[in-house]
T-cell receptor
């Protein structure tokens, strides 16, 4: 199975900060990577697919980059509604796997 | 508007069964692959199964293979997950999700989830 390792697992930041979350895959997954945001008690929401394509309706402060084994999710200027948990997901190979999550909290 | 409504969760003893349903609306259900993902309390996301638009191609995670069965009824716009031989570690919120149409598509719409609790 392909393992996805996110870093950091926990991140404390302030409104207006620029933050970056990294996802590393245990083998080459090309650009078959997605990012999701999840708030407590809610279903995950797709933010980015194909490593760098913004899902319709997602604010442009979110961006994704990378290919192969190294990927990043960047939020350019944190807003209060961005404090949540973020997961990366690989879709290159079955079983589909998720990273362990990055919890983003208000400093 | 795409809507997915998960239902069927509940309390069951180890070794028991549950059948989850996911009622879809707002899109042409028969054109899209669908998937199930679960989340144990306080834990991360675990992919469980995917079924092609026609139902002819199915994959499972090893953790549920041989115990869970995914199916769909395109005439009823409904996805199912039959869960047998349930274990305590199957306790989780179960989400259905629609798969986007591109190659190796991501999960672009999700149900609200339904909680299955396995306990004696």
């Amino acid at each position: 199975d392909i393992q996805l390792t996110q870093s950091p697992s926990f991140l404390s930041a302030s409104v207006g900060d620029r933050v970056t979350i990294t996802c590393r895959a245990s083998q080459d997954i090309s650009s078959y990577l997605a990012w999701y945001q999840q708030k407590p008690g809610k279903a995950p929401k797709l933010l980015i697919y194909a490593a760098s394509t913004l899902q319709n309706g997602v604010p442009s402060r979110f961006s994704g980059s990378g290919s192969g084994t190294q990927f990043t999710l960047t939020i350019s200027s944190l807003q209060p509604e961005d404090f949540a948990t973020y997961f990366c997901q690989q879709l290159n190979t079955y079983p589909i796997t998720f990273g362990q999550g990055t919890r983003l909290e208000i400093k | 508007e795409v809507q997915l409504l998960d239902s069927g969760g509940g309390l069951v003893q180890p070794g028991g069964s549950l059948r989850l349903s996911c009622a879809a609306s707002g899109f042409t259900f028969s054109n899209y692959a669908m998937t199930w993902v679960r989340q144990a309390p306080g834990k991360g996301l675990e992919w469980i199964s995917v079924i092609s638009y026609s139902g002819t191609t199915i994959f499972y995670a090893d953790s549920v293979k041989g115990r869970f069965t995914v199916s769909r009824d395109n005439s009823k716009n409904t996805l199912y997950l039959q869960m047998n031989s349930l274990r305590v570690e199957d306790t989780a919120v179960y989400y259905c999700a629609k798969r986007s149409p591109e190659v190796a598509g991501s999960f672009d719409y999700w149900g609200q989830g339904t909680l299955a609790t396995v306990t004696s």
